[in-house]
């Protein structure tokens, strides 16, 4: 019978049912033509029944000593159901290990057998069978397996009307092995792979000796059996126990999920491509749910979750599919096998997967391998003193994998369970829920505990990333700081990051128990000799609100950054004159040119994102919360966001159709003619100073201009840019000579290097004996003191103290204050030196190639600083460090005993002490948590924390 006279025939007998089905008028348009069309589709359907196996194969079958697992997964499959001629369809994965003597198959014929049998009248049980049995014949391997998964058709459309998945495998040879079989399994279920990314880091071979060409199909892995770990790791639940436990522990989902939400607070959980995560033991679903309603669904990139116990699994599943799109899940209905998963996540929680897990230590360093680069594994589990989470933190300590260590309680509802279900409950909970006379319950409480790593930044055992990263560190810090040897420096990306320095530092499980913080880097004190270093480089976000006149920093992000994005939107913020610096300045007061008209910089803080040195998460916005913030904030916490107040700046100009900050600057140069009567220049300049609007400041600089000359210069700072001040010119008094430079317009950030130390005004060169030559680089070194308005004593100290400077590099800055600074009450903030007119910077400079002369610069520095003292409002705590006591007394005026009493009870471990210290003129011992005398009293609650720790370092 000729192919012809079949498509008539089928075409015949097509016609004949629609006549039957009396519904329809077979010949209109959308119908006349449909069995003609409906015989081509079935002899399309049934074509496999032309062919066989040995025909498609044909020689594709090459010499090869491959004997190793070759496995093709997700052939795909469309056949019909031989009982009632209804569609069903899905993939078949199919594997063998060839037998070296008999040779290897092209890749390709695995589709083309496949397709022989799925074109006929089928069920799935024989499907699966003949693919095996055919693969066997032809090829002799020493073992196949074939699984296939299918939708049918004939159950969805008629019958149960239900939708599922029909799963079948046959395995014939070594594939009868248990262990093969098992893993052969685990890899052809395996759905979370993108095959693009398969070929993306490896070579593929087709058997032919092609690595060049992607010549298989893009569902091929070629896995070497010897290499594929034997043994899997539990991770699943029981299910009706779990369940019930699920009905009176309805809370923790939620709890655990703001937990996460917490400790993922940083860069990583701001990327607009979302994350995604890796749950191994993941239960019903109940805590994914709980964790998209607290990220939002649409953060969430990936999920790929294992759960071995089927009937969760299948609820886990049907929970995924109505949260995310198929194509962003992977549910593994089995245990975590890590050799089947190839991708790393963000996330990786392993809730309940360690309840019943022999060797959890393993578990957790298979697990740690699948953390992305920023990302962060969670450990939840029941805790108890001297239980499993304590004794896993214990072996973290000892790999030197500092991590978070967090519990909470959650309260137990058992009043809807009858007596039989109270006693499975407390011996499932281990006794937490707990049972009065057999059958009464009492109220319930269960303790979670909770492990938080952020493995690629806190790993201290790695001495080569230990030292990359201090090497990193040391290209953003100042030469001051660059002397310093930290314990550790860690860059985190998350809140648990910084809480696994802070308590890894509390603990003194590293370094010296204290925590310095890397901002912009200016300041000497972000590195500490033995301290933990946390560098704030991956926190520099800056995102400005025009409507709301704020910006939000992160803890990283410097003041040059903030400028420049603020200047987009026509706002200007009073930060400082240093591009480089951080936000450390902005928390410990700020100086600029500003503040006369805005204020300090830490006055335009009105929010704060913070760790507080016990590792909790905070948000300080209330003006007592921000009190320590404005003027000494790393002393109270680690900071990973400012929110400030901005302003329309009152220099805008309109240029054309854009409105652009200007801000006109005027430098004047005197060369001083007497030096031993040149102290009245500084009572000259303080006077005309005084004089000027809030819009305005006028800075004055000592400085030897030349080797034999010094000079006085100043810089005008209008604000308004009108130039309607004119130039500002100091009264003739003993100048042989001033030079007046033109005035320049510039916006804020222009400034940065146009400041008169950054102009050729400066040049180290001017200030060289004859025939000296230039020094290759400055290092420097300062002290700020805040002053009221200047007198001959005040010039004759600061005069006097440049004639003997020990370089003729070094020099002193007057920062112009008063205005806006003056009219926030000292009370108000923690910077409570607010009635100065000039802020004295005292620098000084030495060439890096005379080392010998740092010593004389530092004892210069500090003999002029006491000198100055007696005649001072106060002193400026920003550049002031732990050595620095006997300054830090005057640092902040009437705050100082509120601030120190703030201290002991906020950070009584001393842990955040890098900074200016803030306990008065006490000495601080080296361990604060012990006195050297005396009785030690232990308070615990009912967890114990802490308390064997205590009583060693008490015996010491």
Avoid at 119 to 134: F, G, K, N, S, Y
Avoid at 302 to 307: I, S
Avoid at 525 to 541: E, K, P, Q, R
Avoid at 668 to 679: A, I, K, M, N
């Amino acid at each position: 019978m000729n192919e012809t006279h079949v498509l008539e025939r089928i075409a015949g007998a097509t016609r004949t049912i629609l006549e039957s089905i009396n519904l329809e008028y077979v010949d209109r348009d959308g119908l006349k033509d449909t069995p003609r069309r409906f015989a081509g589709a079935f002899a399309k359907f049934t074509e496999g029944y032309a062919f066989t196996p040995e025909e498609v194969v044909g020689d594709a079958i090459f010499g090869d000593c491959h004997d190793e697992i070759v496995l093709v997964r997700d052939i795909p499959i469309y056949s019909l159901c031989e009982h009632h001629l209804i569609p069903f369809f899905g993939k078949a994965h199919v594997a063998y290990i060839p037998d070296p003597k008999k040779g290897i198959i092209g890749l390709s014929k695995f589709n083309r057998i496949t397709e022989v049998f799925a074109r006929r009248l089928q069920v799935q049980e024989r499907l699966t069978r003949q693919i095996m049995d055919a693969l066997h014949s032809i090829l002799q391997p020493k073992g196949v397996g074939v699984i296939i998964e299918c939708r049918h058709m004939c159950m969805e459309m008629r019958g149960v009307e239900s939708p599922s998945t029909t799963v079948t495998k046959t395995t014939c040879g070594v594939f009868d092995d248990p262990d093969i079989s098992r893993e052969f399994v685990a890899l052809a279920l395996r759905r979370m792979v993108d095959q693009d990314d398969i070929f993306s880091n490896s070579r593929a071979c087709n058997g032919l000796g092609s690595t060049n060409e992607r010549c298989c199909p893009p569902r091929l892995l070629c896995l070497d059996s010897k290499q594929l770990e034997p043994a899997r790791i539990a991770a699943s639940n029981d299910a009706h126990d779990y369940r019930l436990y699920q009905r009176i522990a309805k809370f923790e989902p939620e709890s655990i999920a703001k937990f996460i939400k917490g400790a993922m607070v940083g860069p990583l959980s701001e990327r607009k491509s979302g994350f995604s995560i890796l749950d191994i033991g993941a239960g019903n679903g109940n805590l994914f749910q709980a964790i998209c309603s607290c990220f939002g669904r649409e953060n969430i990139a990936h999920y790929t979750a294992f759960e071995q116990e089927g009937s969760l699994a299948d609820e886990l599943l049907c929970k995924c599919k109505s949260i995310l799109h198929e194509d962003n899940l992977s549910i593994q209905a089995e245990s975590f096998l890590p050799s089947t998963v190839t991708e790393a996540a963000d996330i990786v929680l392993l809730s309940h997967s360690l309840y019943g897990c022999e060797n959890k230590e393993t578990l957790i360093e298979r697990a740690l391998h699948f953390v992305a680069p920023g990302g962060v594994m969670f450990i939840f589990h029941r805790w108890t003193s001297g239980g499993t989470l304590d004794r896993l933190s214990e072996y973290l300590n000892s790999q030197s994998l500092i991590h978070q260590f967090a519990t909470w309680d959650i309260k137990l509802d058992v009043s809807k369970l009858d007596s039989n279900e109270l006693l499975q409950m407390s011996r499932y909970t281990k006794g937490d829920v707990r049972v009065k006379h057999g059958t009464q319950s009492i109220p319930s409480i269960r303790t979670i505990g909770c492990i938080a790593i952020e493995p690629h930044s806190c790993q201290l055992g790695n001495l080569r990333k230990l030292e990359g990263a201090l090497a990193t560190a040391r290209q953003q810090v100042s030469y001051l700081a660059r002397k310093k040897v930290p314990r550790a420096v860690v860059a985190p990306t998350t809140a648990t990051g910084i809480q696994a320095c802070l308590r890894a530092a509390s603990l003194h499980l590293i370094g010296n128990g204290s925590i310095s913080v890397i901002g912009g880097g200016h300041s000497a004190s972000c590195l500490d000799n033995n301290a933990i270093a946390v560098n704030m480089c991956n926190w520099n976000h800056v995102e400005v609100d025009p409507d709301s006149l704020l910006v939000r920093v992160g803890g990283g992000a410097t003041i040059g950054a903030v400028t420049k994005e603020c200047e987009k939107f026509n706002l200007a913020v009073p930060l400082g004159d240093r591009p480089g610096v951080g936000i450390g300045l902005v928390l410990q007061g700020g100086l600029n040119h500003f503040m006369r008209c805005f204020g300090l910089a830490c006055d335009q803080i009105v929010q704060v994102l913070y760790i507080n040195p016990h590792g909790k998460l905070e948000v300080a916005e209330e003006k007592e919360d921000l009190f320590r913030f404005r003027g000494v904030g790393p002393n109270f916490g680690v900071v990973l966001e400012l929110t400030l107040k901005t302003a329309v700046h009152p220099g805008s100009v309109l240029t054309g159709q854009n409105q652009v900050l200007s801000i006109m600057k005027q430098d004047t140069e005197y060369v001083l003619s007497d030096g031993d009567r040149c102290s009245q220049t500084a009572t000259s300049y303080s006077l005309i100073a005084e004089k000027l609007p809030d819009t305005a400041c006028l800075d004055g600089f000592i400085f030897w201009s030349s080797y034999d000359n010094m000079s006085f210069a100043t810089s005008l700072f209008d604000l308004n840019a009108s130039g309607e001040l004119g130039r500002i010119s100091l009264p003739y008094q003993h100048h042989s000579e001033v030079i007046s430079h033109e005035a320049e317009w510039l916006t804020p950030s222009g400034l940065f290097d146009r400041e008169l130390y950054m102009t050729p005004t400066f040049d180290a060169e001017r200030v060289l004996a004859p025939d000296s030559l230039p020094p290759r680089k400055l290092r420097s070194q300062k002290r700020c003191i805040l002053l009221p308005p200047l007198d001959e004593v005040h010039g004759s100290i600061l005069f006097g103290a440049i004639k003997e400077a020990p370089t003729k590099h070094c020099y002193i800055h007057f920062l112009h204050g008063g205005g806006a600074v003056s009219r926030i009450p000292s009370a108000g903030t923690a910077f409570g030196h607010r009635k100065w007119s000039f802020a004295a910077v005292i620098t000084g400079r030495w060439p890096d190639s005379n080392e010998g002369t740092e010593v004389a610069v530092t004892t210069w520095l500090n003999r002029t600083t006491a000198r100055l003292l007696p005649h001072s409002i106060g002193v400026y705590g920003s550049d002031l460090g732990p050595s620095d006591q006997n300054l830090a007394l005057f640092a902040f005026g009437e705050n100082s005993l509120r601030l120190a009493e703030m201290k002991r009870k906020q950070d009584p471990l001393n842990v955040l002490r890098c900074g200016c210290p803030l306990l008065g003129d006490e000495a601080v011992p080296s361990d604060p948590r012990v006195q050297s005398r005396g009785v030690v009293i232990i308070f615990c609650g009912r967890r114990h924390t802490g308390k064997d720790w205590l009583a060693r370092v008490a015996q010491h």
